[in-house]
């Protein structure tokens, strides 16, 4: 064997051991800060999935600001960031989606405190929570949201499309995942201050049934189709059911 293939190899395996464990003292570090925060936010994450690319075209024409996830204007250095990510909002205050960057290390792309994926296209994507299993918090819902660059013209038929990933690190994954289109910005909060709860409109777009979201390696296709009824200016992506 070539020694000096042999000894890139072995610097090469090194620097990729360097980098995880970084990521696995960080983690540790903010695990123990936040104890009680992470132990809730580890179970709602127990049925999670990544959602990274939404395309939405009329013909060639993305209508979907940063649909990759890449611009951004702050770095993210821990969970509940994805309003770093431009353009891109949490429609339901109470919840925290993330934002995974290549630009950071906690955070980052492929290596992430949820496992191991790179994007599907570029160098980020965001993660939310669709469901849980723990029954106090079945409701655990998360969504994103953000306004489209152009509005919906009544009657056209517009073509949905997006990518998925199950997060290594959870046990479950859901196959619920909508697409809600909304002629004004959504901005909900829970009833009663709860911290759980499912937004309460009607997806016009919904995963289909025999679609399976749960690989963990590599994205898996949502797609499909929506004739638009007019005035729709704003999409929100996540599990409604």
């Known amino acids: ?28 570090s903010f695990l123990s800060r936040n104890n009680q925060k992470l132990i809730t936010f580890i179970r709602i994450f127990s049925l999670s999935i990544f959602l990274f690319f939404f395309q939405f075209s009329f013909g060639q024409y993305n209508l979907v600001p940063n649909p990759s996830f ?34 950071s290390i906690i955070m980052g792309v492929p290596i ?24 106090e918090q ?4 998360e969504y994103i949201e953000t306004k489209l660059i152009d509005t919906l013209k009544a009657g056209i038929i517009y073509c949905i499309r997006f990518y998925v990933s199950a997060a290594d690190s959870m046990r479950y994954v859901s196959n619920n995942m909508g697409v809600y289109f ?44 929506y004739t638009a009824i007019g005035g729709e200016k704003y999409i929100i992506i996540g599990n409604f059911s």
């Open 112 to 135: 992430n405190a949820y496992g191991y994926e790179y994007a599907h296209t570029g160098i980020a994507y965001a993660a939310i929570v669709t469901t849980s299993h723990v029954p």
């Open 138 to 141: 079945y409701y655990a819902r």
């Open 70 to 103: 890449e611009l951004y204007d702050t770095c993210p250095n821990n969970g509940g960031q994805l309003s770093y990510a431009l353009y891109w909002s949490n429609p339901l205050v109470s919840t925290s989606p993330d934002y995974l960057n290549a630009c």
């Open 182 to 225: 909304s002629n004004v910005e959504i901005q909900e909060t829970c009833p009663n201050n709860e911290p759980f709860c499912i937004l309460p409109y009607m997806p016009q777009f919904e995963n289909p049934n025999n679609n399976s979201l749960s690989s963990r390696n590599g994205w898996t296709e949502v797609s499909g189709t």
């Open 1 to 28: 064997m070539n020694t000096s293939n042999t000894n890139f190899k072995n610097i090469f395996t090194s620097i990729f051991s360097f980098l995880e464990g970084i990521v696995k003292s960080v983690f540790s």
